[in-house]
């Protein structure tokens, strides 16, 4: 008969090694998962006259059932028999909370176990990362979806997040890694992307890892603004537009083939001269010179991810025609009537600078009276040259700059009967018109000067141009 005779208190508690749960007697560890949990169980008896052993069954994995570890501890004089110390070898490989139970009795070794009793349960929490967040400059820590494009020199902040959701990470989990340069441990790790991609698959990692391993894809990049004008003329002036020039702007990538959306949506915008239109996050958009000179500085953004603000600044200058040049259409060929004093040549207005285009503007010579009047234009006075427009303006040359599609045709005739010669000048300012219509005087005036001789030969000159005829020459057109 046993008299008195029972277990009288149970205690389970668990640890990172088997020392650890002897000597810190915790009540919960965090392990990463496919970690190996150590337990150290022991108990009291109150009464053992019968020097009977502990029989210990054990639930490891929290179903409720206690059959995944048994073993005895036979009677002996000292305490040793009172406790037990083992390791669940078979390991975590579920990412979840286990409440670990023991069950001790007194073993008479006949299979009777004497006065059951059931502990308290310890917890071993199995943790793996779930997912590796980036800090969103914009909107916070943000999952990465496929791979993460970070522009050259960012310092991304990263944050790994366990599995199961709000547990506690294991002491030095999670460790970082990968060819990113990430190291360390613990939730969140700083890198800073100091090396291009080769390519679109030369892609840097950053791992963590916790008894598993997660890793995040990363494509580091740089971009450059493009600049296309309309009229994109052979050795011209990248750095320059003229006057109402028209302007596509675009993007490039290092490594190529890397989308705006992917950089996180690239936006033009400008300070200064013109206006910029069709602006959006596709990085690109359409500058209009517009009618006034002056500097203008474009900035090409991305707009959100991980690259938030970075951005590339560009300065241009719209500038104006300065002046102009004239050449002859047919060298060769002078407008006359025979028997009349009279001669004309066709002329052709080129514009200053060369390297840019004034192709969205058009044409024209203000007017302006004759002086220097002399002999027969005394006595017959000229009138005023009237105010023309020569039309529009040609796209660029970079040799002899923009031509006036409308050619100018200068002359004089006069018929008999003249006492003497003589001459006169136009000084012709010359004229660009823009947009609104507004005619704007530019450059040196180009002087316009017949001349007549007393015997009725006649000589025109223009922008450095002649042409003569004698007045019995042939009839000829311009």
């Known amino acids: ?172 989990k999670p460790v970082w890694g990968g060819t990113a340069g990430a190291s360390g441990t613990g939730s969140i790790e700083y890198v800073t992307f100091n090396t291009l991609s080769s390519s679109t698959s030369d892609t840097k990692t950053v791992t963590a890892r916790c008894g598993d391993t997660e890793t995040v894809n990363v494509v580091v990049y740089e971009f450059d603004g493009t600049f296309q004008p309309g009229d994109d003329f052979d050795d011209r002036n990248l750095e320059k537009w003229g006057l109402e020039e028209e302007v596509a702007l675009e993007f490039t990538t290092t490594p190529t083939g890397i989308t705006a959306s992917q950089a996180g949506g690239l936006e033009w915008t400008w300070t200064g001269a013109g206006d910029l239109t069709n602006t959006g996050t596709d990085g690109t958009a359409d500058y209009d010179a517009e009618h006034l000179q002056g500097g203008v500085t474009f900035r090409l953004e991305v707009v959100a991810g991980a690259s938030a603000g970075k951005s590339e600044s560009y300065w241009h200058d719209v500038v104006k025609p300065t002046g102009t040049s004239m050449t002859r ?6 407008w006359h009537i025979q028997g009349v004093a009279s001669a004309g040549i066709k002329l052709y207005y080129w514009l200053d600078p060369t390297d840019v285009s004034f192709s969205n503007l058009t044409f024209g010579e203000d007017s302006c009276p004759a002086t220097g009047k002399t002999g027969f234009f005394i006595t017959v006075p000229p009138g005023d040259h009237a105010q023309n427009t020569l039309g529009a303006i040609l796209g660029g040359d970079s040799t002899t700059g923009c031509r006036v599609s409308l050619a100018d045709l200068a002359g004089f005739a006069c018929t008999p009967p003249w006492a003497t010669g003589g001459t006169y000048t136009w000084s012709i300012p010359t004229q660009y018109i823009d947009d609104t219509t507004t005619r704007h005087t530019f450059g040196s005036n180009q002087n316009q000067v017949p001349t007549l001789q007393a015997n009725g030969d006649a000589t025109i000159a223009k922008g450095g141009q002649s042409g003569s005829a004698l007045l019995n020459d042939e009839t000829s057109d311009f």
Not at 9 to 33: F, Q, W, Y
Not at 43 to 49: M, Y
Not at 135 to 164: C, E, M, Q, R, W
């Open 1 to 172: 008969m046993l008299l008195a005779c029972e277990v009288g208190s149970v205690t389970l508690n668990v640890g990172t090694t088997a020392t650890e749960a002897e000597e810190d007697r915790l009540s919960s560890i965090d392990i990463p998962i496919g970690d190996i949990a150590y337990f150290y169980a022991t108990c009291s008896v109150d009464a053992n006259p019968e020097e009977l052993g502990i029989n210990w069954e054990f639930d490891l994995d929290g179903d409720g059932s206690y059959d995944d570890y048994s073993t005895s501890t036979l009677y002996d004089s000292g305490d040793e028999y009172l406790h037990v110390s083992f390791d669940y070898g078979s390991y975590y490989q579920a990412d979840h909370y286990h409440d670990v139970k023991v069950q001790a009795c007194l073993d008479d070794q006949t299979d009777n176990w004497i006065a059951l009793l059931e502990t308290e349960y310890c917890e071993v929490d199995v943790v793996k990362v779930d997912r590796i967040q980036y800090n969103d400059p914009d909107t916070g820590y943000t999952d990465i979806s496929g791979t993460l494009y970070v522009h050259k020199g960012t310092t991304v902040t990263f944050k790994a997040l366990t599995d199961p959701n709000a547990s506690v990470w294991p002491s030095g």
């Open 329 to 334: 259409v047919n060298p060769d060929t002078v």
